[in-house]
């Protein structure tokens, strides 16, 4: 019997279990995932980034299936193998999207069903965020004819960002907006986020309700960071993050998942 059998610790990927300063993972984090591993432990990541833009997933250091899309898609990289897809409908999906882009014509949307992805009014910034995830994708301008379920949608909205939050949260019911004050704008089912997803997987897994932990650091990760037993959010992560963890470790350069494991190891 190991220290850690039967929990599970779910981190954020991009600025947390990597650097933010260097986007490399520390090896910090590894190293302590090993130790972790070895008295039981299962570990895997929670990241806002879809099926086609996660090429991180390592054996060395995961050991749990992977949650993509805020959790909206589960895949299991060892079974090659979805282990749930509770994306965007669409009889939802595709009326919001219409919707969206006849009120902000200037408004570039990526939408993301499984295997490839389609834009609705490319910009510059859509197409090097897509191609920087070497994600393959093609321009539509139909939101009916892009197969659903999507895992979520992706907007644009440099310069508008806050009015397209709110024309979304006055029109939209589902899907929902993640808050955000940044120029990209994430849309996601409304039933759905990275609690959802994480609770499903800690329970797909046979964790208990209190043997499972989050490490995040920005306004996604938030209801996970609030719903975990223990949560973690890095010094240098969002105040919206920290705010909402149990306890802030150290900077993500210096190994956020480090710092969780360190922490866990002296309270259980």
């Not at 570039?108 to 070497?134: C, M, R």
Request: glycine share 8%.
């Amino acid at each position: 019997m190991g220290k850690f059998d039967g929990f599970l610790i779910l981190s954020d990927f991009d600025a947390t279990f990597t650097s933010a300063k260097t986007g490399n993972i520390p090896r910090k984090n590894i190293d302590a995932l090993k130790y972790f591993e070895s008295e039981g432990g299962l570990f895997s990541i929670c990241t806002g980034r879809t099926f086609l833009g996660f090429h991180k997933y390592s054996p060395e250091y995961i050991n749990a299936p992977v949650l993509l899309a805020n959790g909206a898609l589960c895949y299991d990289y060892m079974k090659k193998e979805r282990v749930f897809f509770l994306g965007i409908r669409e009889e939802n999906g595709a009326s919001a999207v219409k919707k969206i882009a006849d009120e902000f014509p200037k408004a570039s949307i990526e939408l993301y069903p499984l295997n490839k992805s389609f834009v609705i009014h490319p910009s510059e910034k859509t197409a090097a965020h897509l191609d920087g995830q070497s994600i393959p994708w093609e321009e539509t301008d139909d939101p009916y004819k892009v197969e659903t379920p999507w895992q979520k949608i992706m907007i644009d909205a440099t310069g508008f960002s806050m009015e397209l939050q709110k024309f979304c949260s006055e029109n939209f019911d589902d899907p929902v907006v993640i808050p955000t004050k940044g120029d990209f704008v994430e849309i996601i089912r409304k039933d759905m986020g990275k609690h959802v997803g994480a609770k499903a997987l800690a329970e797909k897994l046979g964790c208990l309700s209190d043997r499972w932990c989050a490490c995040g650091d920005g306004y996604n990760d938030v209801t996970m960071l609030e719903s975990a037993p223990y949560s973690f959010c890095p010094a240098d992560g969002s105040d919206e993050a920290k705010k909402s963890a149990k306890k802030t470790v150290c900077p993500s350069s210096e190994g956020t998942v480090f710092g969780a494991v360190q922490y866990l190891d002296n309270i259980l």
